[in-house]
């Protein structure tokens, strides 16, 4: 790991080491209670650990300064797991040596796109980075890149959210495939051109009011709203062919090379790769099933026929250069 991109998630650990645990589940396997650190959302994520056959203790946090905790509490980690929203935060532990290798009957139950080059994490669930748009825009008008929205006819009608984790993956992600002056050149025009939100779910917001005709978020945003409000929801998704613009990142889980609970450990793996669970995420959430023969939420495009572009998702752990960009580019 680039000593910048350390130092930036050790500043970002001080403020989750105080953060309380939370136990939920019973004990009821005989193995000792599992420590997870979860940068998945509690109201999302909370019912599958209190589901699980034994007892579970919980710390929630957004998943860079975890990992940042995790990284400065070295082998003295109390973490058992690491459940991390997005593969960067995954890979910046890999790349420290604090991750385990995982056994080939967990990996195999995901297709290799969506695991660890390393064999040390696996994807639990996937979200695929979208152009969402409202009924004033026609479908032959959508571009066929997010790079294409700093296009003089976007000026005041693109959203996006700056600050939120999964749009700093996705210019990471730029970075680490496009190269820098690509990445420069699309934030400096996005500064311009784009109306700035606190999150996706903001974003979506202000298309169905009416306030912006499309925005950068992830899909699951719009399929929730969807299936809450009905077939007459005026926000729809759009899956951009190029510029990594339909990028499917992971929610993916490792162990920690420190547990003394490894064994407990990869039976949680293996209960959120169950049917059961996948079941869950896909009717709960809206994500994408990893594991081979469950199957996505029916309104969406299937996870195959998604023109995702081809990047590992450990490499996009840099997230300090890419703050640093996005603060020079006025983006930040």
């Known amino acids: 790991m680039k000593i910048a991109t350390r130092n930036a998630l050790l500043i970002a650990a001080s403020a989750l080491l105080a953060l309380p645990i939370a136990a939920c589940g019973s004990d009821d396997s005989g ?34 300064p975890l990992a940042a905790t995790i990284i400065e509490e070295g082998d003295n980690s109390p973490a058992d797991l690491f459940f991390s929203q997005d593969g960067g935060a995954l890979g910046a532990l890999a790349a420290e040596g ?22 040390t994490w696996v994807g639990i669930t996937g979200r695929a980075r979208i152009i ?20 003089p006819e976007w000026k005041g009608r693109v959203g996006w959210a700056p600050t939120n984790a999964s749009l700093q993956a996705y210019v990471t992600a730029l970075r680490v495939s496009e190269g820098e002056d690509v990445a420069r050149e699309w934030l400096e025009g996005m500064a311009e051109n784009a109306e700035p939100y606190e999150d996706n779910s903001t974003v979506r917001d202000a298309i169905a009011a009416g306030e912006i005709d499309v925005g950068l978020v ?16 005026p926000v729809e998704i759009h899956y951009p062919p190029e510029g990594l613009g339909s990028l499917i990142n992971v929610a993916g889980i490792g162990v920690l090379a420190s547990s003394e609970n490894k064994e407990q450990a990869l039976a949680f793996i293996e209960y959120l790769l169950s049917d059961e669970t996948q079941t869950f995420f896909v009717e709960e959430s809206k994500e994408y099933p990893l594991v081979k023969g469950i199957e996505a939420d029916p309104s969406l ?20 250069a890419t703050l640093d960009l996005m603060r020079e580019t006025g983006a930040l």
Do not use: C, K, M
Not at 42 to 54: I, K, N, R, S, T
Not at 98 to 119: H, M, N
Not at 132 to 151: I, N
């Open 132 to 151: 969402a748009y409202g009924p004033d825009v026609d479908q032959a008008e959508l571009p066929d890149s997010p790079l294409e929205l700093t296009a």
């Open 301 to 320: 495009v299937p996870l195959e026929s998604i023109p995702a572009p081809e990047i590992d998702l450990a490499s996009i752990a840099d997230l300090e």
């Open 218 to 233: 992830n899909h699951y945003y719009v399929a929730q709203a969807a299936a809450e409000e009905g077939p007459d929801y």
């Open 31 to 64: 193995g000792g209670a599992l420590t997870i650190y979860s940068g998945r959302e509690e109201e999302l994520v909370a019912p599958v650990y209190e589901d699980f056959d034994g007892e579970v203790e919980v710390r929630y946090g957004d998943s860079a």
């Open 98 to 119: 604090l991750l385990e290798p995982l056994p080939a009957e967990i990996l195999e139950q995901v297709p290799p796109a969506f695991r660890a080059s390393d064999d």
